[in-house]
């Protein structure tokens, strides 16, 4: 099983980003998903999950209003839509794929991980 994140980069605040996270090696359209991101010296957080249906979602009041996510079941893919970005919103973001099929705040409740992608907003 392989999450292949992509999209990361280097934007000036209030500019966006679209991330994505394919995964291959097994179909996940019955799991949970999620992005997380961890900032140097600071603890890995959930910025926002969905549930496997796309019917329900999470999202970390930092992030609520600014970003969306998404996903595409057919394409084993889910996204994560970042708009009007903050300096504070710098960090590695991880696709992850939850152990069922709702959504997920906690690290523990998520099988496996992607490599990160690094996200640079400057000031």
């Known amino acids: 099983v392989q999450l292949q994140a992509s999209g990361g980069g280097l934007v000036q605040a209030g500019g966006s980003l679209r991330l994505s996270c394919a995964a291959s090696?097994?179909?996940?359209?019955?799991?949970?998903m999620g992005w997380f991101r961890q900032a140097p010296g600071k603890e890995r957080e959930c910025v926002a999950a969905?549930?496997?249906?796309?019917?329900?979602?999470y999202y970390a009041d930092s992030v609520k209003g600014r970003f969306t996510i998404s996903r595409d079941n057919a394409k084993n893919t889910v996204y994560l839509q970042m708009n009007s970005l903050k300096p504070e919103d710098t960090a590695a973001y991880y696709c992850?794929?939850?152990?069922?099929?709702?959504?997920?705040?906690?690290?523990?409740?998520?099988?496996?991980w992607g490599q990160g992608t690094q996200v640079t907003v400057s000031s």
């Open positions: 992850a794929v939850a152990k069922s099929s709702g959504w997920y705040v906690s690290a523990g409740n998520y099988a496996y």
């Open positions: 969905i549930s496997w249906s796309g019917g329900s979602a």
């Open positions: 090696g097994r179909t996940f359209s019955r799991n949970g």
